[in-house]
């Protein structure tokens, strides 16, 4: 007889203790041993929260090299059958070899489970026939857990699934995250003290007393927004920094659509738009995807929807000021165009319009869909293609976490029928689904990468724009990452080119996330190793990076609702010259509109306690040397780059720290 030493590891996550009788079956390429019922000393303390337990199963012969165990679980008579959610299994061999098995998941009834070794294989070298053979039942059970869906016709496809408690437990919320969310999302209102304003339909009479209501919770940052959001430095700063950094541009020839002309903006002469455009000093900002959209009805009110130009200028100060806003795309009389020389607020209800159409296109199109659509996409496409021993898998899969419940609670709770931003966003409802239809026809696969896109956007020298800088230095850091992790595994591109699975998840991507559209640039198959090491860097970056730099500052800039109104309810001015203060507290939304979208970013700011910041990764799925010590190295330079980042800030007057990597999460789980 040989002996092999089992140790089971029971998660440390709530909940996950099981008193139900455990079994384990070992199997190798030379055999497998009985089903071998896990009797410890401990007694039913075996298998409870944080367990470590050790056991022994013998086989008169040796089983040779271990390909897969096999475990389940039998509820005990008159107990109940009870969910366990074993961490991994060790296993070590007579011949002193350990085999790591990492599990992870939920054990909810009583049917057998097969785990694969944690050695990573693509599926050509996968050669043992129970191998195989698990690895394909692996996935066909997948396929029937993770469905595809159509939400609306032109855009991205989701998983389809009922209600929470209908998804896949592994990619549930924790206990800790689904008690804190629903905890939140429940107490916003009265968290802010604006429990009594959620049914209050009148319109502002004072910004002080918008002031009043926004003092009951406040930020560092949202602080700031409220004493310089009048502010042009202020205004022209947020399109580097604040939470849309995606949109502005270098203007080069200025649009046919928007007819400004030196005298407009240079007064006293001295200069030329012409020449302002040569040395690269001016900018624009085109809200052209709002154009005609369909606004909200809110309260009974009409409310507005503009589709903006902006001009702006960097000063030799290094400022980036506006020099022109038309708040129509279609130039005519009646669309004037506004500069900083007109009355004071002219000016600056021309800028919150501005700002209006900046939280649509924020919400809908940078935050929505390009980073939680396609990152769900990213992740069904993972699930319903690869299985746990795939490298990819290993890779992504901590990207993954709570992608799919927390889309299904947006789909639910904020563009549904009666959702919060399609009740009291001017861009809700019919108009919604035109914005996110019109926007996925902009993504391409450049403009998803950040160095291409400030490149195509011409913004590598821009001063002041720590969005680039910050994730720029972040691109580089995953992709050094991606490459040691996927260079150890793929030698060539014949490698890449000859893995089925993996050519399954770019192809149900290319489909289900970009609807087929080559104009993407997305690409059908991979054929290169720099091809799916750039693919990789994306995926981690746009779940990652990405939503943290458009999501965590949402209350910062959006709690104090003049800098970012959701909606608003007076057309803008035709004319010049009669815009007041009365006037622009009319055309800002209603007071109840104002505290459901205060409460509301409020939600999404929240980080959960069970945060787990970019390149912490708690579950073992690699075991090799190589991808471990990559590992490694990429937590030292994300260490390296946060403290660079807050020494930084230091000197900041405005700190940006979206994208410091401690505040950075793994996944979109927010």
Request: glycine share 6%; with cysteine; net charge negative.
């Amino acid at each position: 007889m040989v002996d092999y030493e089992v140790t089971v590891i029971t998660s440390n996550r709530v909940a996950s203790t099981t008193f139900n009788n455990v079994f384990i079956k070992l199997v190798g390429t030379d055999g497998e041993s009985e089903r071998k019922w896990l009797i410890s000393l401990k007694g039913a303390a075996a298998f409870i929260k944080g367990a470590v337990s050790y056991f022994t199963v013998s086989c008169p012969t040796s089983i040779g090299k271990l390909v897969l165990i096999e475990l389940d679980k039998q509820p005990l008579l008159l107990f109940p059958e009870d969910s366990w959610f074993p961490a991994k299994v060790e296993v070590k061999s007579p011949e002193g070899h350990t085999y790591n098995f990492p599990i992870y998941r939920w054990i909810t009834d009583s049917e057998v489970y097969r785990f694969r070794e944690a050695t990573a294989l693509r599926v050509f070298e996968d050669h043992h026939h129970l191998g195989r053979y698990s690895r394909e039942q692996e996935l066909q059970e997948r396929k029937e857990d993770y469905r595809w869906n159509v939400y609306e016709e032109g855009i991205p496809h989701h998983m389809k699934v009922d209600d929470p408690l209908s998804l896949p437990c592994e990619v549930r919320f924790s206990f800790t995250k689904t008690t804190e969310f629903l905890f939140t999302a429940s107490t916003g209102l009265t968290e802010l003290k604006l429990k009594g304003l959620a049914d209050c339909e009148e319109s502002w009479t004072s910004i002080d007393d918008i002031d009043r209501v926004f003092c009951c919770k406040q930020t560092d940052m949202s602080d700031y927004v409220q004493e310089h959001w009048k502010e042009d430095t202020f205004f022209g700063y947020q399109f580097l920094n604040g939470l849309n950094p995606i949109l502005i541009r270098r203007c080069t020839t200025l649009p046919s659509n928007f007819p400004v002309t030196d005298c407009m903006v240079f007064l006293h002469g001295g200069s030329s738009l012409t020449d302002e455009m040569k040395k690269g000093n001016i900018f624009l900002c085109d809200y052209k995807q709002m154009d005609g959209v369909q606004a909200n009805t809110i309260n009974g009110k009409q409310q507005y929807l503009m589709a903006p130009l902006v001009l702006l200028q960097k000063t030799p100060d290094d400022k980036l000021m506006p020099i022109a806003i038309q708040l129509k795309q279609k130039p005519a009389e009646d669309n004037p165009i506004f500069f900083p020389t007109d009355s004071e607020y002219d000016w600056l209800l021309a800028k919150i319009f501005v700002r209006s159409a900046d939280f649509s296109e924020h919400q809908l199109n940078v935050h929505l869909l390009r980073t939680h659509l396609l990152a769900e996409v990213f992740a069904v496409s993972l699930l319903r293609n690869l299985p746990m021993v795939h490298p990819l898998y290993k890779l992504l899969i901590p990207h993954t976490r709570y992608t799919i419940q927390i889309n299904f609670l947006a789909r639910r709770r904020l563009i549904s029928q009666d959702g919060v931003f399609t009740q009291f966003s001017a861009s809700g409802g019919e108009g919604l689904v035109t914005i996110l239809r019109r926007s996925l026809s902009s993504v391409t696969y450049r403009s998803l990468c950040i160095p291409e896109d400030i490149a195509d956007r011409g913004l590598e020298d821009v001063p002041n724009f720590y969005y680039r800088d910050d994730g720029l230095r972040l691109w580089d850091i995953i992709h050094r990452f991606v490459k040691g992790i996927l260079g150890y595994y793929y030698k060539n591109d014949c490698e890449v080119k000859q893995d089925s699975e993996l050519q399954k998840w770019i192809s149900d991507i290319f489909e289900h996330g970009f609807l087929s559209k080559q104009s993407t640039g997305i690409p059908q198959r991979f054929t290169t190793v720099a091809e799916l090491i750039q693919f990789v860097t994306m995926v981690i970056f746009t779940g990652s990076a990405q939503h943290a730099a458009v999501n965590t500052g949402q209350y910062d800039y959006g709690g104090w609702m003049p800098n970012t109104p959701i909606s608003l309810q007076l057309p803008p001015p035709t004319t010049k010259g009669k815009a007041t203060e009365a006037t622009m507290l009319s055309t800002f939304p209603d007071v109840n509109t104002t505290v459901q979208g205060m409460a509301t970013m409020w939600l999404l700011s929240q980080q959960s306690s069970d945060f787990v910041p970019l390149g912490q990764y708690p579950e073992d799925h690699f075991s090799e040397e190589t991808p471990l010590q990559v590992m490694k190295d990429f937590q030292k330079e994300l260490e390296v780059l946060s403290a660079n980042i807050k020494t930084r800030n230091k000197h900041l007057e405005v700190p940006y720290t979206y994208l410091d990597p401690e505040e950075v999460e793994n996944s979109v789980a927010i």
